[in-house]
């Protein structure tokens, strides 16, 4: 199925998945990619950007080379790599990550709190300051954060495309300002729930 045929001439492009087995299955997750490919032909959506859950859950960098065995010459579907900051040298040198992502034309997600590391200057500065470099887009989830975390990520990187997922209700008045400062500053869709606040952050921002 076309995505243009099924969702009114628009090409939806999905930031937010998921393959692989987790610890704590739930009925609704996808092992492999035919099957979230089965969901986007159901749904029309054209493309997507897809983590793996291996990366999320257990190692970083082996989920990142498993994700991207799965998904090799699928065209519909885009590698997000699992980062970590580069003092404990999991990820190897981080310039040259960052350089690979973007040869990839990926992006990256982080998960701070679970992957048990801090958001700051001193905690991280050194992976953005390659992600910047290369401008490459990070997603991360609200939930791994807070308001000041982000104001400080893009404040000081301002190349970096940052993608917020899973902002929720009640919270344009944390988002405007940000929008208003940082023309990097993206917010997912999906769970952006405020009452028109679609309509109304298209309006001042843009679509």
């Not at 989830?141 to 990187?157: G, I, K, P, Q, Y």
Request: hydrophobic letters at 45%; charged letters at 25%.
């Amino acid at each position: 199925m076309n995505a243009d045929s099924s969702a009114g001439g628009l090409d939806w492009f999905d930031c937010n998945a998921r393959i692989g087995p987790c610890s704590a299955p739930r009925p609704a997750n996808l092992n492999v990619y035919d099957e979230l490919l089965d969901v986007y032909d159901q749904v029309g959506i054209g493309r997507g950007l897809v983590y793996h859950s291996f990366a999320w859950e257990w190692h970083a960098p082996a989920g990142n080379e498993r994700l991207l065995a799965e998904i090799a010459g699928e065209e519909r579907l885009s590698p997000c790599l699992v980062a970590l900051p580069p003092a404990t040298r999991e990820m190897g040198p981080i310039e040259d990550f960052a350089a690979r992502v973007r040869e990839l034309r990926g992006a990256v997600r982080i998960f701070p709190a679970k992957h048990n590391w801090r958001l700051s200057e001193w905690g991280s500065g050194a992976l953005f300051d390659a992600l910047n470099q290369a401008r490459v887009p990070v997603l991360l989830d609200f939930s791994e954060t807070n308001w000041d975390e982000v104001a400080w990520l893009l404040e000081a990187h301002p190349r970096m495309p940052l993608i917020l997922i899973g902002t929720g209700y009640r919270v344009a008045r944390y988002i405007y300002p940000l929008m208003e400062r940082h023309e990097n500053f993206h917010v997912e869709s999906n769970t952006y729930t405020p009452f028109r606040g679609v309509e109304d952050f298209v309006e001042l921002f843009g679509a």
